[in-house]
């Protein structure tokens, strides 16, 4: 597929432009997103990324429980998950888990004392930051990510790590958006800290099985928050995109402090 031509760009252009026509009126609800997936022919992943954008740009609003909402009076910044934003983020997730998961299973196997001296002084700054400065904490984020590829100590590896990382995360508005407006409120920054802390302790332990599954259900954390974005309806539908690709949860009872 070209990156042109984004399905979720185009349902949800299409979409808008079904609301700036007057097909629906200002604060009225939107069909469901079972409705929506069938008159567009879309499939429901699609659906909540169109949603999620068309949401970001100010022109909808999901209520939780109630439906999908035509902004009244919105004042839409258009540009947002358009143009620029050729990879949706529901792909990114998927590829990032697959990616980064079997990076630090590598990483476990390479790291040095010298890189779980960095990691630790990084978690030690970025929970300061909670609450606190939105985008130091994200550049901490992205630095604990690096030194995990860092630690494999292969170049090649290393500059994928900071190509998808750079290419897609930090230059793509609508990721831009999402970071801004829902991924760092403190609730889900202490997640990240405390998913970020047992991922460091299985490269301490210089285990990749528990290396890998950290980070999997790291950023498995991750596409469930950006399911509820748009989830206003069938709770038991979120993971579904991944499971094929599944590996084992870690298992909450595990104790990470031996």
């Given amino acids: 597929m070209s990156f042109s031509t984004r399905r979720y760009q185009q349902v949800g252009k299409q979409i ?9 009126p200002p604060g009225g609800r939107l069909p469901s997103e079972r409705e929506l997936g ?4 879309a499939s429901r992943a699609t659906i909540r990324e169109a949603i999620i954008m ?27 998950g358009e143009a620029e934003s050729k990879i949706g983020p529901f792909e990114l997730l998927q590829a990032r888990q697959l990616f980064e998961s079997n990076l630090a299973e590598f990483a476990a196997t390479q790291i040095s004392a010298n ?7 990084l978690l030690r700054d970025q929970e300061q930051e909670i609450n606190g400065d939105s985008k130091r904490f994200n550049e901490l984020d992205q630095k604990f990510h690096m030194v995990i590829a860092d630690a494999t100590q292969n170049n090649m590896l290393i500059q994928m790590a900071q190509s998808m990382w750079t ?13 801004e407006q829902y ?13 970020h802390k047992k991922i460091l302790i299985a490269l301490q332990k210089r285990s990749p099985e528990e290396a890998k599954q950290a980070i999997w259900q790291h950023i498995e954390n991750a596409k469930k928050e950006l399911f509820k974005l748009a989830n206003v ?4 539908f979120e993971g579904f995109l991944f499971a094929a690709n599944a590996v084992p949860s870690l298992d909450e009872d595990t104790d990470f402090s031996s």
């Fill in 16 to 24: 808008r432009q079904s609301l700036l026509s007057g097909e629906f």
């Fill in 38 to 41: 069938e008159r567009y022919n």
């Fill in 54 to 80: 068309l949401e970001l740009q100010g022109l909808v609003a999901v209520k939780q429980g109630s439906g999908i909402f035509f902004v009244e009076d919105a004042e839409p910044n258009l540009l947002i």
């Fill in 115 to 121: 890189h779980v001296r960095e990691m630790r002084d």
């Fill in 167 to 179: 290419n897609v995360r930090t230059e793509n508005p609508l990721w831009e958006a999402l970071n």
């Fill in 183 to 195: 991924f760092h409120e403190k609730r889900l920054q202490s997640l990240w800290l405390s998913d």
């Fill in 233 to 236: 309806e069938e709770t038991d």
